[in-house]
Nanobody
Framework: QVQLVESGGGLVQAGGSLRLSCAASGSIFRLNDMAWFRQAPGKQREFAAAINRNGGTTSYADSVKGRFTVSRDNAKNTMYLQMSSLKPEDTSVYYC????????????????????WGQGTQVTVSS
């Protein structure tokens, strides 16, 4: 079993920055691709960013490209999402996800591609 716990969410003004963390525990040897998804009220969960096991491949939704950076530190069993130039439309619950497999050439952009999920952390961006 794998447990994922997000942290770092909060309130921030538009244009500000925030860094989210996702700490993994349990059978972490099972982890390969990891990703961040977000879900705003009344909307479907959407892909934000993903990273492969060694961190060499990342992918981003067009809506966050150039503003968000995903990274991971496997020695700390932690994935990060550095968010900059935040906009009110970034307001969402942000979820950490992990897959048992590594997809080639890039991690999955669908939530169906992930096996483990965190509880989410709220990010609110005020205008």
């Amino acid at each position: 079993q794998v447990q994922l716990v997000e942290s770092g969410g909060g309130l921030v003004q538009a244009g500000g920055s925030l860094r989210l963390s996702c700490a993994a525990s349990g059978s972490i040897f099972r982890l390969n691709d990891m990703a961040w998804f977000r879900q705003a009220p009344g909307k479907q969960r959407e892909f934000a960013a993903a990273i492969n096991r060694n961190g060499g491949t990342t992918s981003y939704a067009d809506s966050v490209k150039g503003r968000f950076t995903v990274s991971r530190d496997n020695a700390k069993n932690t994935m990060y999402l550095q968010m900059s130039s935040l906009k009110p439309e970034d307001t969402s619950v942000y979820y950490c996800a992990a897959a048992r497999s590594g997809r080639y050439p890039t991690p999955a952009r669908s939530p169906l591609g992930y096996d483990y999920w965190g509880q989410g952390t709220q990010v609110t961006v005020s205008s």
